[in-house]
């Protein structure tokens, strides 16, 4: 079936470091592919997606580009802030319109 | 702030009571969820009502029901709580079901609850 799968976390890094998530998916069709944030205490947000293949979603400075050769969607940043620091989840949404969420990777920024 | 809400944030209950987890949307939205979090789970779908007066299975209903009591609420109930029931819920909503894939969800902040 379809499934996503997203590095284990949890990472850390310094602030103005470049981030990467790495987010590889399994699915039939032509799934869309999302990352959703989650801050401590509240719910998750749409951070970006993209719907087809070679679609580069970006927002906020992050972006992912839909790899269906490599069925990859990694999430990444050039340059994290403290502000960055949250729980970051790779989503997939299958032909069936089905919603498969990842495990989540949580990220620490350090000043 | 427009959005969905849940009630209560966070809950403690002893092992076969029973409780209501409350959700309430103000966008207008046709469809809403109920997910489960666990840790190196990811979410899993329990519920989900895709239009008013209509209510379906997820991945993970046992020992769930739900209610959709209007356009803007959906509430989820837990009939005899058990220790495996222990994770953090999430209400969503969205505008529609089949359109999903362009404008995703809206989350509410969550309910943490233990069984003990």
């Known amino acids: 079936g379809d499934s996503v799968t997203q590095m284990e976390g949890p990472v850390t890094l310094s602030e103005e470091a470049f981030l990467t998530i790495n987010c590889t998916y399994t699915a039939t069709g032509y799934p869309s592919l999302f990352w959703y944030v989650q801050y401590p205490g509240e719910g998750l947000q749409l951070l970006l997606k993209?719907?087809?293949?070679?679609d580069k979603g970006s927002n906020k400075g992050f972006e992912a580009t839909y790899r269906k050769e490599t069925t990859s969607f990694h999430l990444e940043k050039g340059s994290v802030q403290v502000s960055d620091s949250a729980v970051y989840f790779c989503a997939l949404r299958s032909t069936g319109n089905q919603f498969y969420f990842g495990t989540g990777t949580s990220l620490t920024v350090i000043p | 702030n427009a959005g969905v809400t849940q009630t209560p944030k966070f809950q403690v209950l002893k092992t076969g009571q029973s409780m209501t987890l409350q959700c309430a949307q103000d966008m207008n939205h046709n469809s809403m969820y109920w997910y489960r979090q666990d840790p190196g789970m990811g979410l899993r779908l329990i519920y989900y009502?895709?239009?008013?007066?209509?209510?379906d299975k997820g991945e993970v209903p046992n020992g769930y029901n739900v209610s959709r009591l209007n356009k803007r609420e959906f509430s989820l109930r837990l009939e005899s709580a058990a220790p495996s029931q222990t994770s953090v819920y999430f209400c969503?909503?969205?505008?529609?079901?089949?359109?999903?894939?362009?404008?995703?969800?809206?989350f509410g902040s969550g309910t943490r609850l233990t069984v003990v």
């Open positions: 009502s895709a239009s008013e007066g209509t209510t």
């Open positions: 993209a719907t087809k293949a070679d």
């Open positions: 969503a909503s969205s505008e529609g079901f089949w359109d999903r894939g362009l404008q995703g969800y809206t």
